[in-house]
């Protein structure tokens, strides 16, 4: 299967997470397009040349809510009738409670699975002075949080998913 891994990330966290899970899908024997999905990027226009038959999007949580465009990418790719994989990454130390799938990971459709939620790494040196308040007030940890064996079963468990074996092909960059 052609499988787009598209992340969305303010300090790199989860683009080292989609590495990972690109790089499973890739050993598993899938054919991977990598992308990030950058702040100024047109989304639709990004996705519409993506010839790809599933996806895995995975965005930042900040302050309770998934980066807004890899909600909009998920919304694009789900209304398009790609099977959609969904991470988010956060602080979970502080957040577990307070992560709603509806905010985090919104659409959840008969071509979404469910979302997952990873720990990521706190580098207060990459942080905005708002960004590091945030984490005083709440007393976040410094420090690399990130299940990677987590990580790679969950990218594992996405490889050998017998829905994708049946997946009608979406072919959005073939129109």
């Known amino acids: 299967m052609r499988i787009l891994v598209a992340t969305a990330s303010r300090h790199g966290a989860t683009t080292r997470i989609g590495d990972v899970i690109a790089g499973v899908l890739a050993d598993a024997g899938h054919v991977v397009t990598r992308l990030e999905v ?13 010839d790809i038959d599933a996806a895995v999007i995975g965005g930042s949580v900040y302050t309770g809510s998934w980066l807004a465009r890899a909600t909009i990418a998920q919304a694009l790719l789900i209304e398009r009738g790609v099977r959609t994989y969904a991470f988010a990454v956060g602080v979970l130390d502080v957040t577990p409670d307070v992560l709603d799938p509806a905010v ?12 997952v939620t990873f720990a990521g790494i706190i580098d207060r040196s990459a942080l905005s002075m708002r960004e590091r308040s945030l984490l005083a007030v ?26 994708l074996a049946s997946a ?3 072919g959005l960059g073939s129109a």
């Open 38 to 50: 950058f702040e100024d990027d047109d989304v639709a226009a990004v996705l519409q040349t993506a």
């Open 104 to 115: 985090t990971a919104p659409r959840t459709t008969a071509t979404a699975s469910a979302r």
């Open 138 to 163: 709440v007393r976040a940890k410094e420090g690399e949080f990130t299940d990677w064996d987590g990580v790679r079963a969950w990218a594992g468990a996405v490889a050998a998913d017998p829905a």
């Open 168 to 170: 009608p092909s979406a």
